[in-house]
């Protein structure tokens, strides 16, 4: 369905608003008798009759309309030759019945055979948008109309709404859990068949990692090595360099512009430095590959130092200039939000400036500041384009900044493109990667709110 009819459809329900308020303000105007809400809610009522019962029918009809489709397209097909098919043969079979039917490849490409299932899919899909557009708009018109006739003094409409308001939100927080909750499962489910071909020791304490396996048992690494030290080795690495940049500078500038900066200052400067979260992080990877790892690179060789062409503190620096933002802007408006009277009471009894701003503000400010922390280290961990460009691929396991490192996430990256089998260790080995970061991260997460439970400021 194209933009279009969507776009006449929440413009029905604007004129069900509409209608609805219209209605009411008339029959309030009567004075025959009060009404039980407000008119608003009398056209929030029919705007909510006219876009919802359409809406789940539209999803619906979306959700049915493959299996249908499929089960009449194949059922214009004689059953011996689908009988022959085994289940992934079945399956490319109708994907390549939908692309011929989508013009995406000839038709002369289906053994001919099958080719009235792609005369039936084409013509099926026309019809089944035409008839979806009719019921879709007709579904809507019909509840339309329903919902203006039952307004009356009697009609609640106000509780009928806050219950439709209190079921949406609900909905919200059901899919959100939800869909944490599926991919838990899937990372658990995905990782118990990795850990059924690899062992868990050898995973979490082997030193070294190269998930590449050979097609023949006589070829170099056949057998492949797992182990995730030195990927978890490299992820540290480069975060704790990201944070030695992010964390000073994000937090000096934000007292900086919340404490002693000017209003005209802080009006083009805070924009100014909230730009560099809008910097794609391929251009930071171009920058850092480009600039910062020769100049360190030259540098290091200037003062008698070894250095990687690409190297952890390549990466972690412009890291750390990247997710600056993240630490200054939301410490910015966490120690805005301290009340003025704790810096009045703290001046009033002598302190400077500097001592309530250390002693008083950034005490106050603490959970947030520690959660602009948190939300900038959980960036740093995430990144890959910056650790694929500056950093490089191998996996070695140093703390030696000056040396090529990787990251957990760019090897999820890696060991998911090609043309490997998706049941292979290699593949696998990604999901393993991906539920040890989860866990490690929610570890850190618990620590973290430890802390700021234990230090927080409680004031009056």
């Known amino acids: 369905m194209s933009t279009t009819p969507w776009l006449l459809f929440f413009a029905l329900t604007y004129v069900g608003y509409l209608v609805g308020l219209k209605r009411a303000v008339a029959l309030a105007r009567s004075g025959e008798q009060k009404l039980c809400s407000l008119p608003r809610y009398y056209g929030y ?17 979306r959700i049915v309309e493959p299996s249908v489709l499929r089960h009449f397209a194949l059922g214009s097909v004689s059953g011996e030759s689908l009988e022959a098919l085994d289940e992934s043969q079945l399956r490319l079979l109708w994907s390549k019945i939908q692309n011929a039917a989508a013009g995406v490849i000839s038709v002369q490409r289906v053994d001919p055979e099958f080719r009235p299932a792609v005369s039936t899919l084409g013509d099926l899909s026309s019809k089944s948008g035409t008839v979806l557009l009719a019921l879709f708009f007709g579904v809507s018109v019909l509840t339309f109309g329903v ?5 009356n003094f009697e009609l609640q409409a106000r509780k009928f709404v806050e219950r439709a308001v209190r079921v949406g939100l609900f909905l919200s927080s059901l ?27 050898d995973f979490l304490f082997g030193l070294k990692w190269s998930p590449q396996i050979a097609m023949r048992a006589d070829q170099v690494a056949s057998a492949g090595a797992f182990g995730a030290v030195p990927l978890i080795t490299g992820t540290v690495l480069i975060a704790f360099l990201a944070m030695c940049v992010a964390g000073p500078l994000g937090l000096l500038s934000a007292v900086y512009l919340s404490e002693y900066a000017s209003k005209p200052l802080r009006k083009w400067a805070k924009p100014m430095l909230e730009i560099l979260a809008g910097i794609p992080t391929v251009v930071y990877g171009f920058f850092a590959a480009l600039t910062v790892a020769p100049f360190i690179r030259q540098v290091g060789q200037s003062i008698g130092l070894t250095v990687s062409s690409e190297s952890a503190l390549a990466a972690g620096v412009v890291m750390g200039v990247m997710i600056i933002p993240f630490v200054s802007s939301l410490s910015d408006d966490v120690i805005n939000s301290v009340p003025q009277r704790l810096r009045d009471g703290s001046l009033a009894l002598g302190a400077t400036k500097s001592e309530t ?104």
Do not use: C, H
Not at 49 to 58: D, E, K, R
Not at 147 to 151: A, E, T, V
């Open 147 to 151: 919902s203006i006739s039952r307004i």
């Open 45 to 61: 009522y029919v705007a909510l009759w006219t876009f919802v019962p359409a809406a789940l029918f539209f999803f619906l009809w």
């Open 175 to 201: 899919i959100a859990v939800l869909t944490t909750v599926g991919i838990v499962f899937s990372l658990i489910f995905e990782s118990f068949r990795f850990f059924q071909i690899v062992s868990p020791i």
């Open 357 to 460: 701003i250390r002693q008083v503000i950034l005490p106050a400010a603490l959970p947030g500041i520690v959660g602009a922390f948190l939300l900038a280290i959980s960036r740093a961990i995430g990144e890959t384009m910056i650790v694929v460009m500056a950093a490089g691929l191998a996996a070695n396991l140093t703390l030696n900044p000056l040396e090529n490192v990787t990251t957990v996430t760019v090897q999820i990256v890696t060991t998911l493109i090609g043309d490997q089998e998706f049941d292979s260790a290699k593949t696998l080995s990604a999901f393993a990667l991906g539920l040890m970061l989860f866990v490690v991260t929610l570890i850190f997460n618990i620590i973290a709110l430890y802390t700021v439970k234990k230090y927080r400021e409680k004031y009056d």
